[in-house]
């Protein structure tokens, strides 16, 4: 039976270019996501950094998916040095397919350069250029028409954690920042708490479950059965040695990871978290 089933898999495979679909709808389970952002940092020297990322991907067995989301210069030669299973992104995108938007990206230009994946919202992103849930949702949407999946990211500030407001801001931000369709293949979460981000702070598990499960509550009112499937990763100072606790979270589906996604080393000691 497992050997039909494994045939079957790699039958899809071949067909469709999906490894996990028919898998996933066999058992309903949901691929882990391991996501670096690397933020403003990397220069053309940091490529190593892929290129050992992408080597040491093959001492792990294939059960979770790997990205990494380079600045926008290094979106092309990081493809070059990826080997398939190491994804390339992006860290945003401007909502227009093309036109005067001087410095911008569209999503277009950026799945043409070679990213399948852009994050959209991050709370460096709302806070430093204002960018709000509407656009949030416009910048989701045009990563659906151009065929690239949004990791859209949403959290509380400290203020509002302290005032027993984090579900209910939560929920309201991403409400508004969702996409009006959306299933496992076309959408990713990312609950990152706005003051756990580079500060070496991190929600308690219990914390972290309670969230993730709200988050699936809504994804399933607006999105039925496919809300099952969504990743919901978290983010915020994720370390080597967190990794195991948080990703064991019920509805914890993968990480969106900051500084420990610079190397290679930390990065797939991440990863080895959630393979093992
Ligand atoms: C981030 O910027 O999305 C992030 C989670 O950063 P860090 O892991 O450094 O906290």
Redesign the pocket.
Same mark, same amino acid.
Request: neutral net charge; proline residues 0%.
């Given at each position: 039976m497992t050997f039909y089933f494994y045939i079957a898999c790699r039958f899809q495979h071949s067909l469709l270019g999906e490894r996990t679909n028919l898998f996933k709808m066999v058992t309903g389970m949901v691929r882990t996501l391991i996501a670096g952002?690397w933020?403003m940092n990397g220069l053309k020297s940091s490529l190593e950094e892929a290129k050992k990322t992408t080597q040491m991907l093959n001492d792990f067995p294939d059960k979770a998916d790997c990205l990494i989301c380079p600045p926008s210069t290094l979106i092309v030669p990081m493809k070059e040095v990826a080997s398939e299973r190491l994804h390339v992104g992006a860290q945003s995108c401007h909502p227009e397919a093309s036109g005067a938007f001087t410095g911008d990206l569209s999503a277009e230009i950026l799945a043409d350069a070679g990213a399948s994946y852009v994050?959209v919202g991050?709370?460096?992103r709302r806070s430093e250029h204002g960018e709000r849930s509407a656009y949030v949702q416009e910048q989701a949407h045009a990563c659906l028409r151009a065929g690239v999946t949004p990791i859209i990211?949403v959290g509380e500030s400290f203020a509002q954690r302290e005032r027993g407001e984090t579900k209910d801001t939560v929920v309201r931000i991403l409400r508004k920042s969702v996409p009006t369709l959306a299933d496992s293949e076309t959408l990713v979460v990312?609950y990152?708490p706005r003051w756990?981000?580079?500060?070496g702070l991190v929600p308690s598990s219990d914390e972290i479950a309670e969230v993730h499960g709200v988050i699936r509550e809504l994804l399933i009112e607006l999105y039925q059965d496919r809300g099952r499937g969504i990743r919901i990763l978290y /983010? $915020?100072?994720?370390?080597p040695g967190n990794a195991a606790e948080i990703l064991a979270i019920d509805n914890v589906n993968g990480?969106?990871? /900051? $500084?420990?996604?610079l190397k290679a080393d930390d990065f797939m000691a991440i990863y080895a978290a959630a393979v093992a």
């Open positions: 952002n933020k994050i991050h709370s460096e990211c990312a990152e756990a981000i580079g500060t /983010g $915020g100072s994720m370390k990480g969106l990871i /900051g $500084g420990a996604s």
